[in-house]
């Protein structure tokens, strides 16, 4: 019986030490950022979503409608959306903005990225985990939760002084 619970401490030990690993590489790494003008494509594994990713593709998420004023003023709302959500906006540009999520756990990041398109009236997304495989559906869940606070702030009245 002490064998089987020294083993079983041994292996937990090990799987913790793996995963404080993994959080320590992925504070390491940075967004993929654009490619051709585009988010970069979802890799294999489920841990991703993406609005650019084909309709019907496991990855796939609804692009955000742009506010009437254009996509950069919707890139200005997602600015102060993202910090209010727990994430960290490091690169700010005309049409394209690049955060990171931390869990609270181990301190996995993740990269959220959207990207204006003026010709479309949309804002793309793209989240995904740096490193590992499943995200146990985090990813998604975020964007859903950025898309109801965007959607809530483009609702809301507008306030006069």
Do not use: Q, W
């Amino acid at each position: 019986m002490t064998t089987i619970v020294s083993v079983l401490v041994l292996l937990l030990a090990g799987v913790i030490v793996l995963f404080a690993i993994l959080g320590l590489v992925s504070r390491k790494g940075e967004p993929p950022g654009l490619v051709d003008g585009h988010l970069a494509p979802c890799p294999d594994s489920p841990n991703c979503v993406s609005s650019e990713a084909p309709p019907g593709a496991r990855h796939h998420v609804e692009p955000l409608a742009a506010m009437d004023d254009g996509a950069t003023a919707s890139l200005a709302v997602l600015d102060d959306v993202i910090p209010a959500m727990g994430g960290r906006v490091g690169v700010r540009e005309d049409d394209y903005l690049a955060a990171e999520f931390s869990s609270a756990l181990f301190g996995f990041v993740d990269d959220l990225e959207v990207r204006g398109d003026e010709a479309r009236g949309v804002i793309h997304l793209r989240s995904a985990s740096r490193v590992g495989y499943s995200d146990g559906g985090v990813n998604r869940a975020r964007v859903a939760a950025l898309r109801a606070r965007y959607e809530g702030r483009m609702k809301a009245p507008e306030r006069r002084p």
